[in-house]
């Protein structure tokens, strides 16, 4: 019989990464004591399955390799005991081995190395050293009843399709929308008796387009889960490899984001947790002096706040020693003339390239890179970044991120002659700029109810410096009063337009060092409206602030 090879090895690749992470993960649950045979039983048939693949495609150096490693875990199942530490991490050394030599084999590479066969003689070692304990334990040869309820199975439909495809039915569906808009204005200009019947009929077209856009949505969304519990092997060997003792709790794996946040979110994760070992878990003599479990916890939680997914990494380490961080933020040069106001204020100096406290250099850190990935990475997805620490108790730092990357809820102004759209999640309110706080310039103060609000006006900071010159004022003002993290200020522009839904259009290479601006979007008239990007406006904001601090 027939059969396209490419199209049934791209699907044995896949399923055989999806079924080696769950062989992991749950090789990790056993080693702290979160689960028991049903794991086992789960990771028995991920070997048994990646055995009958490989058979079907002729891989029989994987087959083999598989098949120790099945023989081991079957010795395993008939002991039916606790599982040493040193036979888990043999187990996660076959993971790791059965990773390289499935993408080696899908290269046109499917020998053994000598790593893999000396690993392959090692677990055939462990399969008779533990066969013999069964013999001796059971010289009659009766097998050993599993009395352990079954796991519930639920069985769902799926396909795997290419990430492509969907953000290209997501772009169609963000053009058909953009169409309606232009199509409703034009039937509202027609001046007859069948135009409100038209007008009806196209409300229930976009209702039902709307619907279609929220299902491309749902498809896009996935949960957080997977990528966070990938991080529970890097905890465990970055440990062992520092004589430190450490695990990971996750909390909220149920909550989904678009796929292309979890893209981008994945390394930033993965540098904080390398830092929380490094600097943040003590080793276990110091923990026990200062009164603390030997092991030390690192929390990862997600969860939906307003629009947001806010993924929180907190530790309960040493926390962040506030004095050097200052004596090295003045050796380089900053905070020259005066202390910072703040501890948030403090810490925003971590994530500058280059900075570290770190004494050496390390195979975890001390070259100031760490940190400086995770702010890239996170403003990258339009996002914010904050740390909070408690000397001698611990660190914890929030990543606030967008949902999605492809369509976002904004509020539409005019700036000028140009039309902006600030994200909805960032606007708290809408006031009028007063006659007693305008005041000629790029920026200013509002008094807001007694407090003081610092704004920026937008028709100054690009239309100043796009043309080079001031655009002309007008009679009104509105300003919009936006929050990032702790920091809040007002963005003044000249008209209020209302909300709107933005399809994200990513903006051409001669743009995108524009600070300021997230992208673009297509308007109801087909012009090209620019999306503010509010973090990197109010970050920019604040540095010119406390720029004679910075020195």
Request: proline share 3%; aromatic share 4%.
């Amino acid at each position: 019989m027939d059969f396209d090879r490419d199209a049934v090895l791209t699907s044995f690749i896949a399923e055989t990464q999806e079924g080696l992470d769950l062989m992991e993960q749950s090789l990790l649950a056993m080693e702290s004591n979160s689960g028991g045979v049903e794991l086992l039983d789960d990771i028995f048939r991920v070997a048994h399955t990646l055995k009958g693949n490989a058979t079907s495609l002729e891989f029989d150096d994987l087959k083999g390799f598989a098949h120790a490693t099945e023989d081991l875990l079957d010795v395993l199942r008939e002991q039916n005991a606790e599982i040493s530490a040193e036979v888990i991490s043999l187990l996660l050394k076959a993971v790791d081995e059965l990773r390289a030599l499935v993408a080696a084999t899908s290269s046109g590479n499917p020998r053994l190395t000598p790593v893999q066969q000396e690993l392959r003689k090692q677990i055939g070692g462990a399969v008779a050293a533990r066969s013999q304990r069964v013999i001796a334990a059971n010289p009659k040869g009766e097998r050993s009843m599993n009395t352990a309820a079954p796991a519930t199975v639920v069985a769902t439909r799926t396909l795997r399709t290419d990430i492509d495809k969907l953000d290209r039915m997501l772009n169609l569906t963000g053009e058909i929308v953009i169409a309606q808009g232009r199509l409703r204005r034009m039937i509202g200009r027609i001046q007859q008796d069948s135009a409100r019947e038209i007008l009806e009929m196209q409300s229930e077209t976009e209702r039902l387009f709307r619907d279609l856009q929220d299902e491309v949505m749902r498809i896009r969304m996935v949960p957080i889960g997977t990528m966070l519990r990938q991080n529970l092997r890097a905890v465990r060997d970055l440990a062992n490899s520092h004589s430190k003792l450490a695990r990971v709790e996750v909390i909220g794996e149920d909550v989904e984001v678009d796929t292309s946040v979890i893209e981008h979110l994945k390394d930033a994760v993965l540098h904080m947790i390398r830092n929380a070992v490094d600097h943040g878990i003590e080793t276990p003599p110091v923990r026990k002096k200062h009164g603390k479990n030997p092991c030390g916890v690192i929390k990862i939680s997600a969860a939906h706040v307003s629009g947001n997914v806010v993924v929180t990494l907190e530790d309960d380490g040493a926390g962040l020693n506030r004095k050097k961080i200052l004596e090295r933020a003045k050796q380089m040069g900053m905070f020259a003339t005066s202390t910072p106001a703040s501890d948030s204020e403090l810490y925003q100096v971590l994530f500058r390239a280059g900075f570290s406290t770190a004494d050496s250099v390390t195979d975890l850190s001390g070259r100031g890179v760490g940190l400086d990935v995770v702010r890239q990475n996170v403003e990258a997805l339009h996002g914010t970044v904050e740390i909070a620490s408690q000397e001698g108790h611990g660190t914890t730092i929030t990543i606030r991120l967008p949902l999605t990357l492809a369509i976002i809820d904004g509020f539409s102004v005019v700036a000028g002659s140009d039309t902006f759209i600030v994200p909805q999640q960032y606007i708290i309110e809408c006031t009028e700029l007063t006659d007693a706080n305008r005041k000629p310039g790029t920026s200013g103060i509002l008094n807001l109810r007694g407090n003081a609000l610092p704004y920026i006006r937008l028709r100054e900071v690009f239309t100043h410096s796009a043309k080079g010159q001031s655009a002309p004022s007008t009679a009104r003002e509105n300003v919009l009063v936006v929050k990032v993290g702790e920091f809040q200020a007002g963005i003044a522009v000249d008209r209020l337009l209302g909300g709107m839904q933005a399809v994200i259009k990513p903006l051409g290479k001669v743009f995108r060092g524009i600070s300021g601006i997230a992208g673009s979007t297509i308007l109801g008239d087909g012009r090209v409206g620019l999306i503010v990007d509010v973090p990197g406006l109010l970050q920019g904001m604040m540095q010119s602030s406390l720029q004679p601090q910075l020195g």
